[in-house]
């Protein structure tokens, strides 16, 4: 493993790295966050008449429509202000010094993007590009086109605010006060893991969570070797352009999706057999956003 570039990465986090810092910024996230939905949905009350307000949260309540959908990935995006508030007051730093060098991750993210799309697209093209279940089609074609621009702003905006909170503020900060990779790379899996668990499809939950948790190491291990969020934002935004934009599997959220698969998520036999498929193709992906970096 090269992980040298990571040390440059993590340095900003060093001056005020205690774990009592950490947890406090973690926990002051979550408030934020909440606060910060609920000022939203105040402000949408306050200027929407009571029949426009039912029918806005009628809207975004659920994501197998596109409204809910932009909704949802959008207001993740109260993850970045609240990483940055936290970052700020606690550690001192400005919210850039979660990201890396800027100019860097930029340049990074878009060769990691590149190859990627490369990937998607020959993996796509290529047989055997049969589906384990069936697939449907979720968003009549011309709509989903010009949904599109709109679509990608939006998990982009979610990608980038998970990776600053996981990647960037909860590995930093770990990595400054641990040197041991397994600490730095476990910890943001497990808690990335935890909040994506799925009560609602019961023991299958738990093959989610591991499929979260694997991408959540592939993700920190190209951070470290990249010394930057780019590549890790590029391989995130690519993968949930495809799990969300392109082909979705998850039922509740398809309002922006080209194609659905029908997918049944509370079997744990026919979700191993879709998560098996994107597994390989999650390490392919690592493997692929590796020899960006090299080149």
């Known amino acids: 493993m090269s992980y040298r570039a990571h040390d440059a990465f993590v340095a900003p986090a060093r001056p005020r790295s205690e774990v009592w810092r950490l947890c406090l910024g973690l926990v002051l996230m979550a408030v934020i966050v909440f606060g910060l939905g609920w000022a ?122 998970e990776e600053i909170v996981f990647r960037g503020y909860l590995q930093q900060q770990l990595a400054a006060r641990f040197n041991h990779p397994v600490i730095w790379i476990t910890g943001p899996a497990v808690l990335f893991a935890a909040l994506h668990y799925r009560p609602d499809i019961g023991s299958a939950g738990w093959l989610f969570m591991i499929w979260v948790g694997l991408f959540s190491v592939i993700a920190s291990d190209i951070t470290a070797r990249a010394g930057t969020l780019g590549p890790a934002i590029a391989l995130h935004f690519a993968s949930n352009t495809a799990a969300i934009l392109v082909v979705s599997g998850d039922p509740d959220l398809t309002g922006l999706a080209l194609w659905r698969l029908q997918l049944d998520l509370s079997d744990p036999s026919i979700l191993w057999s879709v998560m098996s498929v994107d597994l390989g193709m999650l390490v392919l992906a690592w493997l692929v956003a590796r020899l960006a970096l090299r080149r």
């Open 40 to 161: 939203i949905q105040a402000f949408a009350m306050a200027i929407l008449g009571d029949q426009a307000y039912l029918d806005f949260r009628s809207a975004i309540t659920s994501a197998r429509n596109p409204a809910g959908a932009l909704y949802l990935l959008m207001s993740l995006g109260l993850l970045i202000i609240a990483a940055a508030m936290v970052a700020n007051q606690l550690h001192g730093r400005g919210l850039l010094s979660l990201i890396g060098p800027i100019p860097r991750a930029m340049k990074q993210f878009r060769r990691v993007l590149a190859y990627l799309v490369t990937l998607y697209a020959i993996v796509w093209i290529l047989p055997p590009s049969e589906f384990p279940v069936a697939l449907e089609q979720a968003t009549p074609l011309a709509t989903w086109s010009q949904l599109l621009p709109l679509s990608l702003l939006a998990v982009f905006i979610q990608t980038s605010a």
